[in-house]
C-alpha cells in the first residue's frame, strides 16, 4: 500500500445519546484539516467475511424534516451515479434516477413536472 489516508467522524451526543453535533475531517481534504461540521451521515461499510452491509445512519435533533428530504433526494440521486458508475448498467441506473427524481418531487425537494 503505497499511501493511506484518515477519515475521522466525531459525534456530540445529548444525554440521552442523541446526536447534538456531528463533524468530519480527511486527511486530504484540500480545504484543510479542520473539522467541518454536519447535520446528517450515512455510512454504509460491506463488511468482507459476510458481505454483510453494516451500517451507521445519524443525523442532529436540529435537523428538520425539509432538511431531511433534501438530503435523501441528493442521496438517492448519488447512488444512482455510483450504480452506473461501478456497474455500468445504464438500465438500472437510470431506474434508481427516476425514482430519485419521483422522491424529490413528492418530497416537495424539487418542483411536480406539470403532467
Known amino acids: 500500500m503505497a499511501k493511506k489516508e484518515v477519515i475521522r467522524i466525531e459525534v456530540g451526543l445529548d444525554d440521552n445519546h442523541i446526536p447534538e453535533s456531528i463533524a468530519w475531517q480527511s486527511s486530504?481534504?484540500?480545504?484543510?484539516?479542520?473539522?467541518?461540521?454536519c447535520k446528517a451521515m450515512l455510512l454504509y461499510l460491506l463488511e468482507q467475511n459476510y458481505l454483510d452491509t453494516?451500517?451507521?445512519e445519524l443525523w442532529t435533533k436540529d435537523m428538520p424534516v425539509p432538511?431531511?428530504?433534501n438530503?435523501?433526494?441528493q442521496t438517492l440521486k448519488s447512488l444512482a451515479d455510483t450504480y452506473f458508475n461501478s456497474t455500468k448498467n445504464n438500465e438500472l441506473a437510470s431506474q434508481m434516477l427516476?425514482?430519485?427524481m419521483y422522491f424529490g418531487e413528492k418530497t416537495g425537494v424539487i418542483?411536480?413536472?406539470e403532467r
Open 28 to 37: 486530504d481534504n484540500p480545504h484543510g484539516k479542520e473539522a467541518n461540521p
Open 111 to 113: 418542483p411536480n413536472k
Open 98 to 100: 427516476q425514482f430519485a
Open 67 to 69: 432538511e431531511m428530504n
Open 54 to 56: 453494516m451500517r451507521v
Open 71 to 73: 438530503f435523501f433526494f
